[in-house]
C-alpha cells in the first residue's frame, strides 16, 4: 500500500518525506527478477574484491567512509539525481534502495530534498552546490566533465540555459568534490588518459561519466580499434589496458596487431547484445592469431597462437584486472600453452579457472558461453570512483549461493 501511495506522490511531484517510512529492520528487498536479495548481519561493508578509495591517489582529502558492515544513513535527495546514482554512490542496488523507502519498481527519480534511507557499504561526501565563472573557451561538456556532472544536468542546474557560455557568466553547479578534485590535481600532468572517466554502478547496470576513449593506435601499430564508437571507457580501464598492452609487448614473440572491440558507448548503458560493458571497464579483445592466418579467416582453435595468448594473460595479471572470461572449452589450449612456455602449477592455478570445471570460482580466466573467438576483460574500480560498484548486479543478488 505504501508503495502505491508514494509512486502516486512522486508521479505527482509530492514531497515523500510527509508519508510515513516503513520501520526498521526492512522486508527483504527483490531484484528485478524477484528473488530475494541476501541481507543481515553477515553482510560484508567492504566491497568483494578489495576496491578501496585512495584520497592520496585522488589529490583530495574527502574521504570515504567504508564500514564494517553496512550501516544506515540518511540521504537528501539533490537535484536530477537517480534512484540508480544514489544506490550505486552508497554501494547499494537500486531495487534496494526502493525496498527501503517503499517505491515501487518503476520510480527513476523522487523529488529535491526528500530523504532517503539506506544501507550504506560506503558513504562519500554529498554533491556540493557551487557557483562557476564561464571561462573562455569553455563549453557545456568541458564544464561538467571538470566537475564530474554530465552536460544535460549542467544545463537543467542553469535552465534556461541559452546564451549562457558568455565568459564572466556565473553558473551553478552541483560538483562531486572528489571528482572535482582528482581532475583538478592532474591539471599540467599530461598523463596519457585524461582524467574524469568514472564508471557509475555495476558493469551489467550503470553507466560512465566522462568516458575516455582508446586512444588512436600509434605508429607502432600494437592495436587497432575494430568500433571506435564504443571504445570508451573509464580513465582506469583505459590506462590499465594500456599498461597491459605494453607489458604484452615486453613479453611476447608475438609480431601481430591486437584487434580490440567493444568496450563501452561515450555515456555507458546498455550496449547491443552484451550483459555487460555498461560502465567503461569491460572489453573485448580478439584471440591473437598466429602468423599467416587472414584477419579474415574464421577463428578455429588451430589458428589461434595460444603461447601469445598466456601471454596477454600474464600481462593482463599485472595489472587490475578483475576477471578474464574465456569459454572453458577453450580454457584447455591456453593451460596446454602454458605448460609448454615453463609455467609452474601455482601459476597455472591462479590464472586459469582449467581444469576445475567450469563453474568453478577460481582462477582470473573464467568461462562465459560465446566467448571462444575472444577474451572478455574485466577491471577494477578505480581508486577515485567511489560511485563504481565491483560486483555485477547479478553477483551481488546470488552472493549468499555463492559464499563457498
Ligand atoms: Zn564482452
Redesign the pocket.
Known sequence: MLTLVTSIASALGLPLGDFELPALPPALPSDPTGQAVPEGDDEPGAEPDGWAFDPRRCGTTEEVEVPRRRRWVRHKVQSRETIAEIAFRYGAAPWEVRGWNGLGSDVRRVKRGVRLRIKASRVPPPREAIEYTVQEGDTWGSIARAHGATPVDLRAYNYPYRGKMKPGTPLKVLADPIVRDWIAAGKGLHERVPRGGVGVGAPDMGTLLGGVRIPDPDDAGRYWLRLPRTAYGTTHAVTELLTAIDAFEQRTAWTGTLAIG?MSGPRGGALGH?K??QTGR?V?IRLPRRAGVSRYAELRPRRVDWAAAWDFVLALAEVDTQVIFLDYKRQKYLHRAAKASGADDDTLREMLQYPRGSHARRGLVRHYPGHEKHF?IRFGCGPCEFTCTSATLAEKSNAQVDAD
Do not use: F, K
Open positions: 567493444a552484451h555487460s560493458h569491460d573485448d572478455h
